[in-house]
DNA sequence: GTGAAAGCGCTAACAC
DNA sequence: GTGTTAGCGCTTTCAC
């Protein structure tokens, strides 16, 4: 029972076109009824209903977000970084937790295409790609992050470079000359599991190293996989003499798994990944690792969606791809 | 323009209403009308508009949650754990982050009201009591995690006891031998960071221990707040033994500031903190910590929600004490 | 078992 | 400069 448009009128005997006027600050209102009615407003304190807008505007004034995990700090500098867009241009954000799971990515896409959010950010784990060309159709801009939709049709994208990005991280490996190299990767319908991979077999194509079948390792992005996955390989006669990570889960747990063998990295095996953002300064070894600049691939998907709500025919698609950073860390460095 | 509930209603030549039945399955409807407005439903792709239900209903069934910062791997939990009990019940959650700004703060609130939410979860940064207060009239349920408000009013609340904890946590250390103790919190409005300044004052008291006030540091829960006030001591003539942290970033800060100066944690300077939660498990030293059952806090809070809109007329206030765990580590063992 | 109609709180023509 | 009114898309009484 929060006081509404209609008790402002109500008490000070005008009608309630005037006061919404004064609110939006839309057509003429006489100065002196201006002033009053913002006292009141006060007085009363008059909050307007946000849902009722969104009905009447055919638009909630937000940005959903879907990620495949929220205690990823990549992850969360995106979020932060579409926030920052979204309350510069007065809409809020919507985070979901898709959890790596396609099923719930789905349900939360719907969910909030049903809410009329403005636009839809989305780092999807491999979803449906007609199910993408049929939301396309709804007109609400969806911007790709991260991973992209498995699609021929056009889609507004921010992104680096995964492929190259993989190329170069795997160069540098060679580059200490490596040539025994190992592989943890993630789900293969994931682009950037698959093209982190891709970038690292050309790259050993290229400098005449064998591609091992055994030392590709396929796992969800989690600690969990790394460490089992490379626990495999552990067991085996032969072992690799780095590794490459398609992301830092992935190698915390691979590195756990060659710790508890008693092994050092990088003395016996050295080790990269992407996306290790060491938020605390104390991990050791310090990881070598390909830094996506999150905060801004949050940003410019949050700008493009507020660019296309302002210029609805503007009937164009965008795909951003950005630099991303090689830090070079004790991890790959052999102390021999 | 999508398909709406007046597409299919014609589209069958029945009336609005019908259709509306059969998609809340409320009242009774003709077996085989229901099974043709079904089929018709799929093959039109009718969703229902949220907004437009959320308008009627008075209610967005969306839980709003503030935090201070998303990139803290414990508010990470919290969302997780609210978002599981949300999606339970069919609600969904916006995430907003204050940025431990009461400004922001306080805009997200009103926001989040205007939005119609279910009810609130809010790690306020020491927000004006008085305003809380006010909310609490718009009857929206307010669940106050990890800090909270400075006020005599009841408000729900999912937390731990930080006095106790922060006492168990100095008496670890006083345990170890150490009698020269220093302490870095938070900002001294948000209740965790006082109060875990008063466990540790009262542990050292109750053990014939100095509280030194020039050992006091107070800062933001940054980690430049911990670098830079573990410098200042660090110019200092004489040395703690032993570091208090109030949160894993103020340590984060404060070690790296120890060992920039070439001194050993825990050999030289001992050290603890509040939820130092190791997402790589590569953390060195490893921390001793207060570790908070974060998912759970979470989770309760989502139910605590559930449960008053269940049950509008249930006015009550839920005071939840949880148990945080003590892990001990390495980073409070000295050598000697 | 079904339909007509009112209304959720707001905005924006359109009249005056 | 101000008021009247018609919706936004849905749910829900109330008739029939």
């Known amino acids: ?194 093209e982190r991979l891709l970038g690292f077999q050309k790259c050993l194509e290229d400098n005449g190293i064998t591609v091992h079948e055994k030392w590709i390792g396929v796992g969800q992005f989690r600690r969990e996989s790394g460490y089992q996955i490379m626990n495999e390989w552990l067991q085996q006669d032969e072992l690799p003499t780095a590794i490459f990570a398609a992301n830092d889960f992935l190698l915390y747990g691979a590195i756990k798994a060659i710790q508890e063998r008693g092994l050092n990295v990088p003395n016996d095996i050295a080790a990269v990944c992407f996306d290790a953002n060491d938020e605390t300064g104390l991990v050791k070894p310090q990881i070598t690792s390909i830094i996506q600049p999150a905060h801004m691939i949050g940003s410019i998907a949050g700008d493009i969606i507020m660019r296309k709500e302002k210029n609805k025919n503007l009937k164009m698609f965008e795909k951003i791809v950005l630099e991303p950073k090689l830090i070079i860390n004790e991890s790959s460095q052999t102390g021999r």
Request: glycine fraction near 6%.
């Open 1 to 194: 029972m929060s006081v509404q448009l209609k008790d402002i009128a109500k008490h000070l005997n005008i009608s309630i076109s005037t006061v919404s006027r004064v609110i939006n600050g839309t057509g003429r209102v006489n100065k002196d009824t201006r002033e009053l009615i913002l006292k009141t407003i006060k007085e009363l304190g008059y909050h307007p209903n946000e849902v009722a807008r969104s009905l009447k505007r055919k638009s909630a004034n937000t940005i959903g977000v879907i990620v495949p995990d929220l205690s990823n700090s990549f992850y969360a500098s995106v979020i932060k970084g579409v926030e920052k867009i979204a309350s510069e241009n007065e809409h809020s954000v919507i985070v979901c937790n898709s959890d790596e799971d396609i099923q719930k990515e789905e349900e939360y896409v719907q969910l909030l295409l049903q809410k009329q959010v403005t636009g839809l950010v989305i780092a999807t784990v491999g979803g449906n790609p007609q199910l993408f060309e049929q939301y396309k159709r709804s007109g609400i801009p969806f911007v790709f992050i991260d991973n992209l939709p498995n699609t021929q049709e056009n889609f507004d994208v921010v992104t680096i470079d995964n492929v190259k990005a993989g190329y170069d991280l795997a160069k540098h490996l060679v580059d200490q000359g490596h040539k025994k190299l190992a592989i943890i990767t993630g789900p293969q319908n994931q682009s950037t599991a698959a």
